[in-house]
T-cell receptor, first 112, second 112 residues
Framework: TQLLEQSPQFLSIQEGENLTVYCNSSSVFSSLQWYRQEPGEGPVLLVTVVTGGEVKKLKRLTFQFGDARKDSSLHITAAQPGDTGLYLCAGLPDYNFNKFYFGSGTKLNVKP | NAGVTQTPKFQVLKTGQSMTLQCAQDMNHEYMSWYRQDPGMGLRLIHY???????DQGEVPNGYNVSRSTTEDFPLRLLSAAPSQTSVYFC???????????FGSGTRLTVV
C-alpha cells in the first residue's frame, strides 16, 4: 500500500464541468504538494501547502490541506481540455523530513 | 538555464547487463532524488541525497546504487538489469524538500 492514496484513479469529464481530486493518508505530513504531468514529460509543481487548513488558489484550481495535515484536495472549476493530464500529490511525512513520497495519481481527461 | 538533465532518454538492456543513468542539475540544489514510474503506481522513491557525499535508500532501492560526489551530479547505477526494472526513471532536485522538486524529462528503460 502507498503512503498517499489518491482518488479517483481516472476521471473523464466534459469541458465546463467541475471536479475534485482527493489525496489521503493515515500519516501526518509536514507539507503536501500537487504536480501535473503530461505524457512523456516529468511532473511539474503546481502548489505547496504547509499549514493545516490552508487553502491556495491558482486561477481555476483550488488546493486545500486538511486541518490534521493528513489529507488534501484539488478542485478544478470549469475544466478545460488543457487541464488534461496526470495529477499527483506528494509530501513529506512528519516522521521523515528527507523522504518525499508520491501518490498513485489521478488521470484526468477533459473532453471538448 | 538547463534545470535537470537526464541521459539517455531511451535505453534497451539485456538481462544481467549493467548501466548508469546520468542526472545533472545546474541550480545548486542540495536535495536530489531518483524515482521510477510504473503504470498505475505513481512515482516510487529509489534513492535520495540531501547533499554531496550523503545518500540514503528510498522505498524500492534493491538492484540500484547511487553516489553523490558533487552537488551537480547524481548518477543511478543498475548493477545487473532485470525485466522487473523496466520502467520510466525520473531524477529530481530541490533546494529544500518543502519547496517542491524540479524534474528531468525521464529515461525510458526496457530490460529484455
Amino acid at each position: 500500500t502507498q503512503l498517499l492514496e489518491q482518488s479517483p484513479q481516472f476521471l473523464s469529464i466534459q469541458e465546463g464541468e467541475n471536479l475534485t481530486v482527493y489525496c489521503n493518508s493515515s500519516s501526518v505530513f509536514s507539507s503536501l504538494q500537487w504536480y501535473r504531468q503530461e505524457p512523456g514529460e516529468g511532473p511539474v509543481l503546481l502548489v505547496t501547502v504547509v499549514t493545516g487548513g490552508e487553502v491556495k488558489k491558482l486561477k481555476r484550481l483550488t488546493f486545500q490541506f486538511g486541518d490534521a495535515r493528513k489529507d488534501s484536495s484539488l478542485h478544478i472549476t470549469a475544466a478545460q481540455p488543457g487541464d488534461t493530464g496526470l495529477y499527483l500529490c506528494a509530501g513529506l511525512p512528519d516522521y521523515n523530513f528527507n523522504k518525499f513520497y508520491f501518490g498513485s495519481g489521478t488521470k484526468l481527461n477533459v473532453k471538448p | 538555464n538547463a534545470g535537470v538533465t537526464q541521459t539517455p532518454k531511451f535505453q534497451v538492456l539485456k538481462t544481467g547487463q549493467s548501466m548508469t543513468l546520468q542526472c545533472a542539475q545546474d541550480m545548486n540544489h542540495e536535495y536530489m532524488s531518483w524515482y521510477r514510474q510504473d503504470p498505475g503506481m505513481g512515482l516510487r522513491l529509489i534513492h535520495y541525497s540531501v547533499g554531496a557525499g550523503i545518500t540514503d535508500q528510498g522505498e524500492v532501492p534493491n538492484g540500484y546504487n547511487v553516489s553523490r560526489s558533487t552537488t551537480e551530479d547524481f548518477p543511478l547505477r543498475l548493477l545487473s538489469a532485470a525485466p522487473s526494472q523496466t520502467s520510466v526513471y525520473f531524477c529530481a532536485s530541490s533546494p529544500d524538500n518543502n519547496y517542491g522538486y524540479t524534474f528531468g524529462s525521464g529515461t525510458r528503460l526496457t530490460v529484455v
